[in-house]
């Protein structure tokens, strides 16, 4: 029969079975105890829990369950000490009786530690919760509680090993069984660098011009060579100098003419071949020459003059002769080119015809010559001045 929880309400629900002996120490962790039973109320609110320390301990309640609840975990409780249980089902008005008492003692707890070492890194994680080691590193568990350990290396490191207790070899995982103290290393190697690769340019052709890289390094030119990771890809462009061409790649595996993408995983040399372009022919120099041009005369009201112009350029002489005979030597200097400033030359001549040649002598040799013929008319002689007619 049910005892009353009000006094005036009693109310029979089916009587609780006995609690099965089934007790037993947690399997993961130290510290707790599980306590099953049968329950043959069917109309049952829910199961009040309750525990004594030792067989002659007061009992109290520790917790309520669900009326269909058959199990009970107790936690936090201390190591290698005995708890006693009983159970009763309740409704809204009324408790049943008191199941049987069972007792279990909790397990001692014991310690895993796992030490990390070697010249890597990474972290040692645990299957039964606990160990997470970089961070925690250390956890008790009860005795034969069967613990698999499993090590990853971090980024540019290698898993090495496991020693101590019963964790040996290289694979990742590590089983331990803890039945006393115990610490396991998980060892972890640092992954040395790749060694530094050369890759080398080489310009060669006719030509010349410039070669850079991506990533920087190389400016060829000036810097041909340099060092890469292995595995590192490097791209090369070629630039042509003015007056050449890019004719292509070799070596490498590089060819064509446009960029050259090299994966550097063994020293390397790779040659950009530039080809001149053709240039053209230089004009040769204007052959000396100089014009003779008259000016002035008798309709101008002026002398007549002659301007020697030349395109003969430097320190040079023109000799001016007036009927073979040297009439005037005038210096001139580059400023005197032909068609540019002239040289006034020969200035008033006698009446009749007069030739007249000027001579350009350049380093003491004559490298143009030029002849005019000028004609100065006959004045007009005023009609006083006539001369009258013969006489005896």
């Not at 109309?43 to 009040?48: F, P």
């Not at 090993?161 to 039945?179: D, K, L, P, Q």
């Not at 022919?281 to 301007?307: D, F, I, K, M, Q």
Request: with cysteine; net charge neutral; proline share 6%.
């Amino acid at each position: 029969m049910l005892s009353p929880k009000r006094p005036s309400h009693c109310v029979a629900i089916a009587v609780l079975l006995a609690l099965s002996v089934l007790i037993w120490h947690a399997e993961t962790m130290a510290g707790q105890l599980t306590q099953s039973w049968v329950d043959n109320s069917a109309s049952a609110t829910g199961i009040s829990v309750e525990r004594s320390q030792g067989s002659t301990g007061t009992f109290t309640e520790i917790a309520t369950t669900s009326g269909a609840a058959t199990s009970y975990t107790d936690t936090l409780l201390a190591d290698g000490t005995t708890y006693c249980y009983r159970v009763r089902a309740f409704t809204a008005t009324a408790y049943s009786g008191y199941s049987n008492t069972a007792c279990g003692t909790t397990a001692q707890a014991i310690a895993l530690s796992v030490a990390l070492a070697g010249t890597g890194s990474g972290v040692v994680i645990s299957t039964q919760a606990g160990i997470l080691c970089g961070t925690t590193c250390s956890a008790t568990y009860g005795s034969g509680t069967v613990v698999t350990l499993t090590a990853t290396p971090a980024t540019g490191s290698t898993f090495a090993g496991w020693s101590g207790s019963s964790c040996t070899g290289t694979t990742s995982t590590c089983t331990a069984t803890v039945t006393a103290p115990t610490t396991v290393t998980a060892t972890f190697t640092a992954t040395p660098a790749p060694a530094p690769v050369g890759l080398t340019v080489t310009p060669a052709g006719t030509g010349s011009g410039t070669v850079s890289s991506s990533p920087a390094g190389i400016t060829c030119g000036t810097t041909c060579s340099t060092t890469y990771s292995s595995g590192t890809g490097v791209t090369l462009t070629a630039t042509p100098a003015t007056g050449s061409t890019f004719a292509g790649w070799s070596g490498g595996g590089c060819t064509g003419t446009g960029t050259c993408t090299v994966t550097v995983t063994a020293p390397t040399t790779v040659t950009a071949t530039f080809t001149a372009s053709p240039m053209a022919p230089t004009p040769p120099p204007p052959a000396p020459t100089v014009n003779l041009v008259v000016s002035g005369g008798p309709s101008s009201g002026h002398p007549y003059s002659v301007e020697a112009q030349t395109n003969v350029t430097g320190a040079v002489t023109v000799n001016f002769y007036v009927g073979g005979v040297l009439y005037r030597q005038e210096s001139v200097y580059k400023y005197c080119l032909f068609g540019g400033n002239s040289i006034c030359a020969v200035g008033k001549l006698g009446a009749g015809a007069h030739t007249v040649r000027a001579d350009v002598v350049s380093g003491g040799v004559v490298v143009a010559t030029a002849q005019i013929t000028v004609t100065e008319p006959q004045p007009t002689l005023p009609a006083s001045h006539r001369p009258g007619p013969w006489r005896r």
